[in-house]
């Protein structure tokens, strides 16, 4: 069993930064890849960034690509999502998911444990 606890949502003005985090408990994660989505009211989920289990690939959604950085600090059981230079567009629900292999996915279906999620709104 796996659980994941995402944290560092909150309230930003458009251009601002937060930084996400998705620490993971019970058995370690380091062996997968892990993916970050989001899901915005009236929308459906989507991807927004994944990385592979050592931390060497990464593969972002091109509304994000070059403002928002994944990493891992496997020590920790922990991933991160640096968003920077945020826009209204960027208000969701962001959640964590582990996806079990060593490859990325940007398929929501290839992930099986997900956090409960954290709430990021930009104000313009």
């Known amino acids: 069993q796996v659980q994941l606890v995402e944290s560092g949502g909150g309230l930003v003005q458009a251009g601002g930064s937060l930084r996400l985090s998705c620490v993971a408990s019970?058995?370690?994660?380091?062996?997968?890849?892990v993916g970050w989505f989001r899901q915005a009211p009236g929308k459906e989920r989507e991807f927004v960034a994944t990385i592979s289990y050592i931390g060497g690939s990464t593969y972002y959604a091109d509304s994000v690509k070059g403002r928002f950085t994944i990493s891992r600090d496997n020590a920790k059981n922990t991933v991160y999502l640096q968003m920077n230079d945020l826009k209204p567009e960027d208000t969701a629900v962001y959640y964590c998911?582990?996806?079990?292999?060593?490859?990325?996915?940007?398929?929501?279906?290839?992930?099986?444990?997900w956090g409960q999620g954290t709430q990021v709104t930009v104000s313009s």
């Open positions: 998911a582990r996806r079990p292999g060593l490859r990325f996915s940007t398929q929501e279906n290839e992930y099986d444990y």
């Open positions: 019970g058995r370690a994660f380091s062996l997968n890849a």
